[in-house]
């Protein structure tokens, strides 16, 4: 059984940065893609951004494209998604999900597991 559990969320002003941790517990993240996920207030989940189990394939979101970034350290187990440059628009709960099969997938469906999710606040 795959654990995730996010942190770094909070309260930022328009133009700041945050980063997001994912760290895995139950399996080793090298044996999983990876991905982050968004859900605005009142909104559906949408995709941010995913990394593939060898760390070598990302995407991204076309509203996230330059300024977020997501990286593994296999070593700790965890996955990041470092934000800059952040927007009032990019306040959402953050999720972060893992799946079995080798491809990132953008839609909620294709993915196993799911952690508790954080809170990202960006005040204009």
């Known amino acids: 059984q795959v654990t995730l559990v996010e942190s770094g969320g909070g309260l930022v002003q328009a133009g700041g940065s945050l980063r997001l941790s994912c760290a895995a517990s139950?399996?080793?993240?090298?044996?999983?893609?990876m991905a982050w996920f968004r859900q605005p207030p009142g909104k559906e989940r949408e995709f941010v951004s995913g990394?593939?189990?060898?760390?070598?394939?990302?995407e991204y979101a076309a509203s996230v494209k330059g300024r977020f970034t997501i990286s593994r350290d296999n070593a700790k187990n965890t996955v990041y998604l470092q934000m800059n440059s952040l927007k009032a628009e990019d306040t959402a709960a953050y999720y972060c999900?893992?799946?079995?099969?080798?491809?990132?997938?953008?839609?909620?469906?294709?993915?196993?597991?799911w952690g508790q999710g954080t809170q990202v606040t960006v005040s204009s």
């Open positions: 139950g399996r080793t993240v090298t044996t999983l893609t």
């Open positions: 999900a893992a799946r079995d099969g080798s491809l990132v997938w953008t839609s909620t469906p294709g993915y196993d597991h």
């Open positions: 990394t593939t189990r060898s760390g070598g394939g990302t």
